[in-house]
């Protein structure tokens, strides 16, 4: 599978499914599935059992599930929603955006 232009830490747009319209910050990416984990979007049930040993409540608890990768854009922090393309600066990748063409910043 080919690398993905979502990057850990960017700000995502839902474009389809039943969270359509959301925003959020991408937590975690799988590229091996072509899926990422967005804050706060596509919120699941899960029933977590009590530890005796640790005295951990069991009960349900929410978290998010994976959402596939094409059905979010990316949000450009100066135009909104665009794609994303790619040049080399000197010996260095980067993303820019396509509508304005500025460089997305990366947070590592």
């Not at 080919?2 to 995502?12: A, E, G, K, Q, Y």
């Not at 925003?23 to 804050?39: A, C, Y």
């Not at 990316?74 to 260095?92: F, Q």
Request: aromatic share 0%; with cysteine; hydrophobic share 30%.
């Amino acid at each position: 599978m080919p690398s993905l232009n979502i990057h850990r830490n960017d700000t995502v747009k839902v474009l389809r499914g039943s969270d359509r319209g959301k925003t959020g910050r991408v937590l975690r990416v799988f590229p091996d599935e072509g899926t990422v984990l967005v804050e706060h979007v596509r919120v699941v049930k899960k029933t977590v059992s009590g530890k005796q040993g640790k005295r951990t409540k069991g009960g349900i608890a929410e978290q998010e599930s994976p959402i596939d990768v094409s059905n979010l854009v990316l949000i450009c922090p100066n135009c909104g929603p665009a794609k994303v393309g790619s040049k080399m600066e000197g010996d260095v990748k980067v993303r820019i955006c396509k509508k304005c063409g500025q460089t997305m910043l990366t947070k590592k």
